[in-house]
């Protein structure tokens, strides 16, 4: 039974506008907040109630889902998080989604898509909008949090209206991503006050306290601020006594007492039979099922059950709904105040019962360790134990819970750090670590160990001098065979380490040693794929892939096969093997979509790769925004990067140089933090975009620092982004063909000595720009022969087509305009394809100085669309339904129908199979 509503009209009006616009398309996020007893959750239940064209509206409050009654009758996911429960992973997520029996999400992108795919079910349910609640926000779970953001930033053209619920906006415990979702533009805010005088006056009549004045309602409003649940306990508290109270102005009125005592008194008004059977709810949680808390309190017989509850729901102590087996106390003050007048006994009792009650060990250690009176060493073994197996099966949050509660009960202060410092390992692991620098310092005062300097080292890798220390000072600690874990651990950091050093060999012997140590618990993500990563860096990319032997399709690899096969796809990018590595990487990123969002992450970046070399740019670039969003949804922007990179590649190349400055000016600020990678990364980035303008001084002063790198690692190895040959060319536009031969010597050099066919032709196409500007005829034209013949073996079309216009240019200067015109023509049929604007307009000009027409030029139907619309039209053109498209794509159903009729409109076609026409003759 709800509380008596009154009042609200103005926010009631704000709250109803939105579900309207959400009711035509628009997806709304709300963010309804106030103090404790405000009525906030009455507020929003009212609002949904009373809207849509139907008779009613379908509520799943704290169990999922709910159906309205008649059409545009709003659909209700809803949860309601407790404060007792916020240490369960998931466990809001699993309220909005239904629970199902063993049923586990990786993190919280992957708990997100199962939201966004339950959102989608209800809309394809009904015709009305759907509302996804979550209430009292602020005691979630982190990871169901996490995974609400994921899945709203998502909606685009949903009927959705989410809204949180929270008694303050600025409350730490709320993670960024869902304050800024929702507490700035353009989510709507609703902040509740207190309820005025004239309503306090409505709200006395409704709780039968009948003759409150005018006089006395203006007292009661500046006794209590309008709360309307102080209000109700002093209504019920005092009953028509409480109208002469507020009537003397002689004395003060009386004071609200506490919460509890109100929730005392009705309890104590009760049965036996009742009072016991909500004490034992209470021990339960903030929600139970009937049987269970029956149980506990020893009612054997059913009609005592129900005798018991019915008593508990007119007292206002519990809630209940027909056909639903899960009891409810109606707020969490409620639970909160019959649990706490427990006394330590009796409430150790209770806890010992529920844990002989418990249907898993988890739950069972945990009532467990709350009936404990102090510290309980064999209690924290089996705690510690458990925590370790859900860490062995990647289970981080639940197992960071087990092992600080084992932490607490632990005698000897070993134990006690140990388990510390593994629960913070799964914390930075689940992501659930808001401040590390704060870790970093209680860690800090521990015993000096192995596991000590191993996890500074892991919090400190953004400090890479420091991390090495660490790490160091870690291994010398342990003792790799009798504790292969921590040596396990250690060595998977050091892999991560030596990658972000760009050491290569370092990278792969780490990686290989922690997969020889522990191969199944080295609590480094995706370990084998730094091993092969490794050998590609180090130019041992044949000779990897010559051993790794057959491996099956991505459709039924195993977790460790999806790792190896998208290491191959890797290897075969940095072999030169440009569709082989397309297709590795495509079919891991289609079936990696159940992994954790860091591996969804990591293949997405290296399908963006390599269909960036591939020339399949439109892909590239769908896929590089993919990554992005799915690092910017954990909080680990950096680890998309490289997407960066490539995708201001594509936008210098294709003559989009706000975008590519954009994402150039990102990676810049990463390098200041003076890690290799970004530092490289940045200079390419900006040299791309200045060697699209045309502007050869500046891609000198964006690439010369990189010759003095101290510690250049393996950032020059064929296979990895080239960019010598760019300096080189700009060297020698600029009449510096010393400087010019120095840049490019070292990469002839290595090419060579690797025989990689790709890295030689960008050698000999530059060394052929270079003799030409030297006046060397006949050694610039020996160059440009050898980059033709280095071509018959690449799959790189814009390499394809830089050679075919350097070679043109200068065949045109040197009077030989028929053999010109055929390179300029092969160079522009590439650029076209390739959409390559800047480059193409050179090629044009070229062309008409030798006196031939260009062609006309067709604008790409592909550059009319999005890089989302043209996600979904790739995915609907190879055959995907739109549930397979949503869930590819990690987007709702109904974004994808909205595409898709944007899609038509744009390109002109009304059928998926014309929509296929017309992008398969593009490509």
Not at 181 to 194: E, H, N, S
Not at 314 to 328: G, M, Q
Not at 525 to 546: E, N, Q, V
Not at 698 to 712: F, G, M, S
């Amino acid at each position: 039974m709800d509380a008596p509503f009154v009042g609200r009209a103005e926010a009631l009006g704000v709250l109803r506008d939105a579900l309207e616009r959400a009711r035509a398309g628009t997806p709304q996020r709300v963010l309804v907040e106030g103090p404790a007893g405000i009525g906030k959750s009455v507020f929003v239940r009212r609002c949904l109630a009373g809207t849509g064209t139907g008779t009613g509206v379908g509520t799943g409050t704290g169990t999922g889902t709910g159906t309205g009654t008649g059409p545009g009758a709003v659909r209700v996911l809803a949860a309601e998080a407790e404060e007792s429960e916020a240490h369960l992973a998931f466990g809001v997520v699993e309220q909005l989604c239904g629970r199902a029996p063993g049923r586990s999400w990786p993190d919280p992108p992957a708990a997100g898509t199962a939201l966004l795919e339950a959102v989608d079910e209800a809309q394809h349910s009904t015709d009305g909008p759907v509302a996804l609640v979550v209430d009292d926000a602020q005691w979630a779970d982190r990871p169901s949090l996490q995974a609400l953001a994921f899945a709203v930033r998502r909606f685009r053209a949903d009927r959705v209206l989410a809204v949180v619920v929270v008694r303050d906006p600025a409350d730490p415990r709320l993670p960024d991503t869902v304050r800024r979702l929702f507490a700035a533009d353009p989510a709507v805010r609703i902040p509740l006050a207190g309820l005025g005088p004239a309503e306090l006056r409505e709200l006395a009549g409704l709780s039968g306290v009948g003759g409150l004045t005018a006089r006395a309602a203006a007292r009661l409003h500046e006794h209590t601020r309008g709360n309307p649940l102080h209000a109700e306990a002093l209504f019920a508290q005092e009953g028509g006594g409480l109208v002469e109270a507020l009537e003397r102005t002689d004395v003060a009125p009386p004071a609200p007492k506490s919460f509890t005592a109100l929730v005392l008194a009705r309890l104590a008004a009760c049965t036996e039979e009742t009072e016991a059977l909500v004490s034992a709810a209470s021990v339960l949680g903030g929600h139970c099922a009937l049987a269970d808390a029956a149980a506990l309190a020893d009612l054997g017989h059913p009609h005592e059950q129900l005798g018991a509850l019915e008593q508990a729901v007119h007292a206002r102590l519990l809630t209940e709904s027909p056909a639903d087996p899960v009891i409810r106390f109606p707020h969490p003050l409620v639970h909160a105040a019959v649990y706490h007048r427990l006394g330590p006994l009796r409430r150790a009792d209770l806890h010992r019962g529920a844990a002989r009650l418990a249907r898993d060990e988890a739950q069972a250690l945990r009532h467990r360790a709350l009936a404990a009176a102090g510290p309980d060493p064999d209690l924290a073994r089996e705690l510690a134990a458990l925590g370790r197996r859900f860490a062995a099966d990647g289970a981080w949050a639940d197992a960071a819970e087990q092992l600080t509660v084992a932490a607490r009960l632990s005698v000897e202060r070993a134990a006690y750090e140990q388990c510390t410092l593994e629960a913070v390992e799964c914390r930075v692991l689940a992501g659930d670590v808001p401040d590390l620098a704060e870790v970093a310092r209680e860690i800090e005062g521990f015993t000096p160990g192995g596991w000590r300097s191993y996890l500074l080292g892991r919090l400190s890798l953004f400090d890479l001098d420091r991390a090495e220390v660490l790490l160091r000072d870690a291994w010398r600690r342990c003792d790799p065979e009798a504790e292969p874990v921590l040596g396990a651990r250690i060595a998977g950091q050091f892999a991560a380490l030596y990658g972000s050093m760009a050491c290569g060999a370092e990278m792969a012997e780490w990686a290989h040693l922690a997969l020889r140590l522990a191969p199944d618990d080295t609590a480094t993500d995706m370990i084998r794929y730094l091993a092969l990563t490794g050998r590609a860096m180090s130019g041992a990319a044949p000779d990897a892939l010559r051993g790794l032997g057959p491996l099956p399709d991505p459709a039924v690899a195993s977790p460790a096969q999806l790792e190896e096969l998208l290491g191959r796809g890797t290897l075969r990018e940095f072999a030169d093997d440009l569709s082989g590595a397309v297709r590795d990487l495509s079919g891991v990123f289609a079936y990696g979509h159940a992994r954790a969002a860091s591996f969804r992450v990591v293949a997405a970046t290296a399908l963006a790769s390599a269909e960036y070399r591939a020339g399949r740019w439109d892909d590239a670039t769908v896929h590089s925004d993919l990554a992005m969003s799915l690092a910017a949804d954990t909080d680990q922007p950096h680890v998309a990067l490289y997407c960066r990179l490539l995708s201001c590649l594509v936008h210098a190349a294709r003559g989009a140089q706000t975008k590519a400055r954009a994402h150039a000016r990102v990676v810049r600020d990463y390098a200041a933090f003076g890690h290799l990678n970004p530092t490289v990364w940045a200079a390419v980035a900006e040299a791309h975009v200045a060697r699209a303008e045309g502007a050869h001084e500046d891609v000198v002063r964006a690439l010369t620092p990189l010759l003095d790198v101290e510690r250049r690692g393996d950032f020059e190895e064929p296979g990895n982004l080239p960019w010598r040959d760019l300096l080189a060319d700009a060297w020698s536009a600029l009449g510096e063909d010393r400087r010019a031969a120095e840049a490019l010597a070292p990469y002839e050099v290595r090419a060579a000595q690797r025989g990689h066919h790709g890295a030689l032709l960008l050698a000999a196409r530059s060394r052929g720009v270079l003799e030409a500007a030297r006046g060397e005829r006949t050694a610039a034209e020996r160059a440009f022969r050898a980059a033709h013949r280095y071509a018959a073996h690449t799959e790189a079309p814009y390499d394809l087509a830089l050679l075919h216009l350097a070679h043109g240019r200068f065949l045109r200067r040197t009077g030989r305009r028929t053999h010109a015109g055929e390179q300029l023509r092969r160079a522009r049929e590439l650029l076209v394809r390739l959409d390559a604007r800047p480059d193409l307009g050179r090629c044009e000009r070229e062309l008409a100085a030798c006196g031939l027409e260009p062609g006309e030029r067709r604008a790409r139907g592909a550059a009319l669309l999005t890089p989302q619309e043209l996600a979904v039209a790739r995915q609907v053109t190879a055959g995907c339904t739109n549930r397979q498209v949503a869930r590819e794509l990690v987007i709702s159903v109904k974004t994808v129908e909205y595409h898709l009729g944007r899609i038509y409109a744009k390109l002109g076609v009304d059928s998926r199979t014309r929509l296929a026409a017309t992008l398969a003759a593009e490509d």
